[in-house]
RNA sequence: CGGGGUGUAGCCUAGUUGGCUAAGGCGCAUCGUUUGGGACGAUGAGAUCGGAGGUUCGAGUCCUCUCACCCCGACCA
């Protein structure tokens, strides 16, 4: 793409109502824009980093064999009162239809859609397991919406549902997808600084899991131990005896962290109101067993560029980054144009930026957007029958001839 | 929802005990000079000061109400 026909622009100073590392770059930058409190536009270089994201958790659903479909937010109220929750979530949006005064809620998750959904189509043991995920904005009235992208009030999830015979089942698939969570945080970049946490499970299990990233703009205090790279949130602590509940490790760290994922095991709680059962062998019904597993994609991109920056700006991992390469013109343009054609004839994703601008500018703005590679091409660089590589979290410069530029990205 | 704070041009800010035509920087437009780490000069456009009401000869400035936003706390299936 061209920097020059991006309809947005790096600016200089942080907007005055954002205080949060993460809002002040992606906004100054351009990934994001403020609507209200805790509502984001996601602008042209944010949707590709969101897109990036959620490409990677619905690789990562499909490979444990997640189903995807697509709910509406747009909810009926007899659902949220048949499990209770209608009067129970604070955070629910309730509103009345201006003509038909009829009253709707805005979904904040969706078991009351779900359930009922999955009892359609599956009433015999034969029909079970069965996983159903879906990526979708959510809608919850927090009472403050704070930390930029990290609790906003209209936010995208992705949540996954599992429906199973019995609890073993459920215990099996459930391991199944922690993992695979871990492998979603792995491939996002923040695979080192993130803990499977054990959590309070509500009362149809005993914990649920966590998944916290340290960082000091999170909500969460968690416990630590480095020996298994697991964590305990600090609300259950005195359940596991201050202890690591899988080694017994007492010598736990106390660090804030933020709450990036987060799976359940639900057990029979929504099978009952909805009544959602099976028939098993013997002909007899039993309630279906079911897990859930979430992830808020703007609160995993806002923790990403929280903990990957320097002062300069963001610096984001090679897998999630709008485009991998940034290449900058300095007044050479018909060169810079030629690389740009091959990059992409190569299948490379680059930004170009052929404005007309000074070169501190351009570094400036590069070094903020956060491009992992970038390549300069200039009067001295041509000199050479070269440009110049440089990686965003690294200082070190590199000449490459002209005629290696892409054989060096198709590489990489 | 409790406490604290902030609203002046697209963005960041100044504006004295109430006083004349609301000031500067960034950004934007035009021209010229620049061109390897946010260039320089000149000219120009752009705000009835969050909103409503009030006090006053006179309100960005004082009072009342209200809205929005930020921070701390509470809350967060």
């Given amino acids: 793409m061209k ?10 100073e942080a907007p005055k109502d954002e205080t949060s590392l ?8 351009g990934y994001i824009d403020k609507l209200m409190a805790g509502v984001y536009t996601l602008l042209p270089l944010g949707l ?26 747009l909810h009926p109220i007899d659902r949220w009162q048949a499990t209770g929750r209608y009067d129970d979530i604070d955070v629910l949006f309730k509103f009345k239809s201006y003509y038909s005064k ?32 879906h990526i979708q904005n959510k809608f919850r009235d927090e009472k403050r919406a704070k930390s930029g992208i990290l609790r906003g009030r209209e936010f ?14 459920l215990d099996k698939y459930y391991d199944k997808v922690m993992d695979s969570y871990v492998r979603i945080f792995e491939r996002c970049g ?39 790279k697991i964590a305990v949130n600090k609300e259950v602590l005195t359940d596991v005896k ?7 490790n007492k010598d736990l760290a106390e660090k804030k962290a933020v709450e990036v994922g987060n799976i359940f095991k639900l057990g029979t709680k929504y099978a009952k109101p ?13 309630y279906v067993v079911m897990g859930c597993y979430g992830i808020g994609l703007q609160r995993l991109m806002g923790t990403i560029a929280e903990i990957n920056n320097d002062e300069k700006g963001i610096i984001w991992p090679e897998n999630i980054a709008p485009f991998k390469v940034h290449l900058l013109s300095l007044n050479q343009n018909k060169k810079s144009a030629k690389i740009y054609k091959n990059l992409i004839k190569a299948g490379i994703e680059v930004l170009y930026d052929d404005r007309e601008a000074s070169a501190g500018e351009k570094f400036v703005d590069s070094d903020l957007i956060g491009i992992p590679y970038r390549l300069l091409v200039s009067a001295k660089t041509l000199k050479e029958n070269s440009v110049e590589i440089k990686k965003r979290d690294s200082d070190e410069v590199e000449l490459i001839k002209l005629d290696e530029v892409v054989n060096k990205f198709t590489k990489l």
């Fill in 3 to 12: 920097q020059s026909k991006l309809f947005t622009k790096v600016i200089k």
């Fill in 22 to 29: 993460n809002a002040q770059f992606l906004i100054r930058a």
């Fill in 48 to 73: 590709m980093v969101y897109k990036k994201i959620e490409q990677i958790i619905r690789d990562e659903m499909n490979a444990v064999g997640g189903q995807e479909v697509y709910m509406p937010s």
């Fill in 102 to 133: 009829i009253d709707y809620v805005l979904g904040p998750t969706h078991e009351e859609v779900v359930v009922p959904l999955v009892q359609k189509f599956a009433s015999s043991y034969k029909d079970l397991p069965v996983a159903v995920y």
């Fill in 156 to 169: 995208m999830m992705k949540d996954l549902y599992s429906f199973h015979t019995t609890q073993k089942d």
């Fill in 190 to 228: 923040i695979g080192a600084d993130t803990y499977t946490t054990f959590a309070s499970g509500g009362t149809f299990s005993k914990y649920s899991h966590e998944f916290q990233t340290l960082t000091e703009s999170g909500e969460d205090i968690i416990h630590t131990c480095d020996k298994c």
């Fill in 242 to 248: 201050n202890a690591c509940p899988k080694c017994g």
């Fill in 274 to 286: 909805f009544n959602l059962q099976f028939t098993n062998k013997d002909g007899k019904k039993e």
